[in-house]
């Protein structure tokens, strides 16, 4: 079997990374898109330190034009894109009467048009082959309502309902959409967003009583993007510690 080949964006830190270096060791080559260059470099050198195929590129995913030129180089060098990691994102927390227009525009334009616009072009590719795997970052927040959280929240509810439309339309194809939705976990844009306060909450709704480690994320979207998942098509699966399923937890 050919090399497959995968695409990550958002891959230059935190999730998107160990996605990214996951993927490489199942054989895939990996092509590691951030806005930060230098980012998406550095995580692509420690997964050639390792032994694995990967390559950067810069992309932002909230710009049209960046899109387009990425992909066309996707294209142009390698003729196919068999995986696609839709994990770039941003997030800012305001109130709901004081959140600001702009911000909310922003964040629905990067993590939800982006995903849309990065899934049109990888999937035309998956076409050649009859062959692909689309796998969402969405959130607990798109589940979930929490406070301050209105454009993050909105917009990973969106990527599941897009993740639902990509896979009923483009089944018969062989390609599949499915969806990731992290509860909390310990990456850098957590250690920033989230107050004492906010770990606290957290903690105390997660039956695991702790944040997750982005290698349990990387390891469930490996999993998605095997052939073994073949038949899964069209979820969205929290990983998450329990939270989603959490209640009481006292007596």
């Known amino acids: 079997m050919e090399q497959r ?4 964006t958002g891959a230059g830190a935190g999730i998107g990374s160990a996605i990214a270096e996951r993927l490489s060791q199942d054989g895939h080559h990996v092509v590691l898109t951030d806005r930060d260059l230098h980012a998406a470099e550095e995580a692509t ?8 195929s990967a390559q950067a590129l810069q992309m932002d995913v909230g710009q049209l034009a960046s ?5 066309g180089a996707v294209a142009r060098d390698h003729g196919r894109c068999d995986i696609l990691v839709n994990n770039a994102g941003v997030a800012k927390t305001h109130s709901f009467l004081d959140f600001p227009d702009d911000e ?11 995903a849309f616009r990065c899934s049109q072009r990888a999937t035309q590719l998956m076409l050649l082959h009859r062959w692909g795997r689309v796998v969402n970052i969405s959130s607990i927040s798109g589940m979930r309502a929490g406070v301050g959280r209105t454009a993050y929240g909105t917009s990973k509810a969106g990527i599941d309902g897009l993740t639902r439309q990509i896979a009923i ?8 959409a499915n969806s990731v939705a992290p509860g909390p976990i310990e990456t850098a844009l957590a250690q920033k967003l989230h107050t004492e306060a906010t770990r606290r909450e957290l903690c105390r709704l997660v039956p695991a009583g702790h944040y997750g480690r982005p290698e349990s994320i990387a390891d469930t979207v490996a999993f998605l993007a095997s052939d073994d998942a073949g038949f899964i098509n069209g979820h969205t699966l929290p990983v998450d510690g329990g939270l989603m399923a959490a209640g009481v937890l006292n007596i």
Do not use: H, M, R
């Not at 050198?45 to 694995?52: M, V, Y």
């Open 67 to 71: 899109i387009d030129e990425t992909f």
């Open 45 to 52: 050198a420690k997964i050639q330190a390792l032994g694995f």
């Open 169 to 176: 339309e483009l089944a018969s194809y062989g390609i599949t």
């Open 104 to 114: 909310w525009q922003t964040t629905l334009s990067i993590n939800l048009t982006g």
């Open 5 to 8: 080949l995968a695409v990550v």
